[in-house]
């Protein structure tokens, strides 16, 4: 059992639709992160959320809107994107955002036709 | 950011035997982790092994150990006894202590084969 769940596990998406990604954690932690993994590039941050606040959002476009309504739960809000966006976009918690060690979920697959 | 670097994409290696993957990371900061994450196929990305900066001695954690070269930049990690469920896609992280941003390279795949 994973203490950091995502859903969907995969999505397929035109370009003008309008979906999100969740993620909801067990652990008690304090900071939440989104992250976007494409094939043989580094892992990306996009956005950070500290106690419920937002810490850090890493120039990603404005398509991409993330929502943190408890220190439990984050959303990833995805409209009108581009293929290029297509990637698996991962959810991770730590203690703190000072905390070095992030526990991920298994991500969430998005292709956008 | 920190720029990490993983210069080995793909790596095979003989179940039991030894592999070693490279990192390498710039910085001008003193104080920092170095992590090494694990993701196996369709699966969620996992801790294997930390380092702290300051700290001289190698970490180990069971089968998995660092060599870490604070000179150098340089930040390895070796597999000892290798196990098919060591299949996995390997990330180096670097975090600054001072922003606390966490900067991954792009990873290595390693492959142990029967």
């Known amino acids: 059992e994973t203490g950091v769940t995502q859903t969907p596990r995969h999505l397929v998406m035109g370009m003008t639709n309008k979906k999100s990604l969740k993620c909801e954690q067990h652990?008690?932690?304090?900071?939440m992160y989104w992250y976007k993994q494409s094939a043989k590039k580094p892992l990306e941050l996009m956005f950070v959320?500290?106690?419920?606040?937002?810490?850090e959002n890493n120039s990603v476009p404005s398509r991409f809107s993330p929502e943190c309504p408890n220190s439990s739960h984050l959303f990833l809000h995805l409209h009108t994107l581009q293929p290029e966006d297509s990637a698996l976009y991962l959810c991770?918690?730590?203690?703190?955002?000072?905390?070095?060690?992030?526990?991920f979920g298994e991500g969430s697959r998005l292709t956008v036709l | 950011a920190q720029t990490v670097t993983q210069s080995q994409p793909e790596m095979s290696v003989q179940e039991a035997e030894t592999v070693t993957l490279s990192c390498t990371y710039d910085?001008?900061?003193?104080?920092?982790?170095l992590f090494w994450y694990k993701q196996p196929p369709s699966r969620q990305m996992i801790l294997v092994i930390r380092?702290?900066?300051?700290?001289?001695q190698n970490a180990t954690e069971n089968r998995f150990s660092v060599n870490f070269q604070k000179a150098a930049k340089s930040f390895s990690l070796k597999i000892s006894d290798s196990q098919l469920g060591d299949t996995a896609m390997y990330f180096c992280?670097?975090?600054?202590?001072?922003?606390?941003?966490?900067?991954f390279g792009a990873g290595t795949t390693v492959t142990v084969r029967a």
């Open positions: 992280a670097f975090m600054s202590r001072k922003d606390y941003k966490l900067s």
């Open positions: 910085t001008s900061e003193n104080n920092y982790y």
């Open positions: 991770a918690s730590s203690q703190d955002a000072q905390a070095g060690e992030l526990f």
């Open positions: 652990l008690g932690h304090n900071a």
């Open positions: 380092q702290e900066a300051y700290k001289q």
């Open positions: 959320y500290n106690f419920k606040e937002q810490t």
